[in-house]
């Protein structure tokens, strides 16, 4: 009878695929026994316990195992994120963790290229976010946030996520574009729009075959929006290149000038794929940043009043700058940086990893470790008065040759719209009670949208 049955041995076991037994001879570091199904549902409906828990149990460097994914080692220790991020780009590739984003940023985007190609392009596109530059759409920025912000209801309770999405996506197509109104705007703001919650839905992580069946469904629906939105930006591309003299701080008109190291300049397919990344990268991460700041600032009284005297003052950047800080720390958008692919033997913090496994910089656990920052779970911008944040322990944009290079921009972003609401508006929480985080695919926002409440100052 003993050869009858459920397996008894080892290697039965291993044979039938048991996860708490064929793990336990893994060279990867420890994690999660539990079936990758149960773990996806963790990651995905719990995302920041997740993570703490699994920290509490194995410790700053963990491996993670989600559904039809190869092994994904979760890193926390800053000289590990360094030596993650230093890496050499023909070791680590870092495009292929981006890979799902490619049917909305397309095959050009400096989001999904590696090696020599990435480095290529983002040479082309860095200029665009040059100091003198960002400097130029500052007026811009401001002026489409007065306008944003006297359109919103005094008075009631509302979300604030969905109105720091429009106020971003018009700021992005300004600084984009120079577009300000007309029909071109409004339909690539649509267009924009519902690509991105096609791109927010776990409908986009599933395999291509998977998502259309019989050609229907929101797959479908997406092509056909996608179609509209390269037709308005294509059409952008070829009027600015009638019009080579217009100049400009728009990036668009960065892009165009911008030249190969042959003295070829961009395609327009190169251009596209950029301009539609910066579209994408530059608007919704920014909107879940201000949204996530409205959340803690109006829970945190202290902060919020010298903020406002800071602001009220005129002198206020040092505070106002601070305190973006430590929301890019506190409440991270992005939980990671992007992953990086395993494809060459490496090691780091003195374990060997081998190709088809992912290195995960992990935004959140360092940025809330209690080593690195004192009461890591607590509101305080003063911790950035006195110092810059850590290279490889303050990651919101994450590092290394991928750091995000529309950084700058979104800071200054969410530097205009927090003085210009703080200036002319009192912001109070909808509701008593920090809001839960909630996963937005490959993002995280406040469970009820940050719900607040806004008044006049002059009549508050």
């Given amino acids: 009878m003993r050869g009858r049955g459920r397996p008894a041995s080892r290697r039965a076991a291993a044979r039938y695929g048991d996860p708490m037994i ?10 999660p026994r539990l079936p990758s199904a149960i773990q996806t549902v963790g990651w995905w409906t719990r995302p920041t316990g997740f993570l703490e828990r699994c920290r509490r149990l194995y410790g700053k460097r963990f491996t993670i195992r989600l559904s039809a994914q190869d092994p994904f080692v979760m890193i926390s220790d800053p000289d590990e994120i360094k030596q993650v991020f230093t890496a050499p780009p023909d070791v680590l590739y870092p495009g292929e963790g981006a890979r799902i984003l490619e049917p909305i940023v397309g095959p050009n985007s400096i989001l999904l290229l590696d090696e020599g190609a990435h480095m290529a392009q983002k040479k082309l596109v860095l200029p665009a976010f040059h100091g003198e530059r960002m ?30 999405q429009a106020l971003t996506m018009d700021v992005i197509l300004a600084a984009v574009f120079g577009l300000r109104s007309g029909d071109r705007l409004t339909e690539l703001r649509l267009a924009l729009t519902e690509m991105l919650e096609f791109g927010l839905s776990p409908l986009s992580l599933l395999p291509p075959a998977q998502r259309a069946p019989f050609g229907l469904g929101p797959w479908a629906k997406f ?41 070829s300049p961009m395609s327009d397919e190169e251009i596209h794929d950029e301009l539609l990344t910066l579209l994408v990268a530059g608007h919704e991460t920014t909107a879940t940043e201000l949204a996530w700041a409205l959340e803690r600032l109006t829970r945190e009284p202290e902060v919020m009043a010298k903020l406002i005297s800071a602001v009220d003052e005129g002198d206020g950047e040092p505070y106002l700058t601070a305190t973006i800080r430590e929301i890019l720390r506190h409440r991270p958008v992005l939980l990671n940086a992007a992953p990086r692919t ?41 911790r950035f008065l006195d110092s810059d944040p850590g290279t490889y322990d303050w990651i919101p944009f994450g590092g290394g040759r991928r750091r995000c290079i ?47 409440v806004l008044a006049d100052r002059a009549t508050a």
């Fill in 135 to 164: 400097k130029g759409l500052e007026p811009m920025i401001t002026e489409v946030t007065r306008a944003q912000i006297e359109s919103w209801p005094r008075g009631e309770l509302m979300a604030m996520h969905p109105r720091m």
């Fill in 342 to 382: 395993v494809k060459k033997a490496i090691e780091v913090g003195g374990v060997r990893y081998e190709p088809r496994v992912h290195l995960v910089a992990s935004a959140w656990l360092v940025q809330h470790d209690p080593d690195i920052y004192p009461e890591p779970y607590a509101f305080r911008p003063e």
């Fill in 406 to 452: 529309g950084a700058s921009f979104a800071q200054m972003e969410m530097a205009v719209v927090l003085r210009e609401l703080l200036r002319s508006t009192e912001v109070t929480a909808g509701a008593d009670g920090a809001e839960f985080t909630i996963r937005r695919a490959i993002t995280v926002t406040p469970g009820r949208g940050a719900e607040t």
């Fill in 223 to 263: 092509i056909k929006v996608r179609a509209r939105a390269d037709e308005l930006i294509y059409a952008e591309i070829d009027d600015r290149r009638q019009r080579p003299d217009a100049g400009g701080s728009e990036i668009i008109a960065s892009l165009i000038e911008a030249r190969h190291e042959d003295g």
């Fill in 22 to 31: 064929t793990r336990r001879n893994d060279s990867l570091p420890p994690g």
